[in-house]
């Protein structure tokens, strides 16, 4: 049974990969494991490519969208969208450029992404065309404009002294420093159950 299963999953997937790629040529498309594929496709493809695996697989969801700065004024915006009934991840990439880089808003599609596109426009400088309010979602007013995960981001020391929280305190010598936590004072004494015996 797992064999059949297992066999029209490939199937699908395989005849997905086609129908895509009938539908937009030159979209790049991988098979990254049997639940997982990748597609880069060119910015202006987007839609039609989103579109199309929307009609293909009914239950498709987008999951998240994110973005990364791959160089000076070049970008990745990444959609991740997942089937349900197929168990299968999608992830659709594309790359924008220029200093104000732009690509069309899914949100209409997968209403789910309206936070996500808000997040990736307010963190990296990435426009959402078409996107119903592209608005400060998690930073403060006066951040405005400046784009904290891209690489030119330069950090604002000026305000450092200012901090309101104490200091770390520091660790005992014999204390690992890469723990995370100290472990009580009686532990290093306890003998393992074994020996207690």
Known sequence: MKNNLEECRISLTQDLM???????????????????????????????????????????????????????????????????????????????????????????????????ERETWEMFGINFEGHPNLDLLLLSEDLRGKYPLRKSFVIDRKRDKERTAAPPRPLPKDTNPHLAFEYPPDIKSRKPKEEEN
Do not use: C, M
């Open 18 to 116: 086609t129908k895509l790629k009938q539908q937009v040529p030159e979209a790049e498309i991988k098979e990254l494991t049997k639940t997982r594929i990748e597609i880069n496709v060119p910015t202006h493809q987007v839609r039609l490519l989103a579109e199309t695996l929307q009609k293909t697989l009914h239950d498709i969801s987008g999951e998240l969208v994110s973005g990364v700065d791959l160089t000076e004024d070049q970008y990745e915006v990444l959609w991740f969208l997942w089937s349900h009934s197929q168990k299968l991840l999608v992830i659709l990439k594309t790359k924008v450029e220029g200093p104000t880089p732009s690509v069309t808003s899914l949100t209409d599609l997968w209403t789910g992404l309206e936070w996500h």
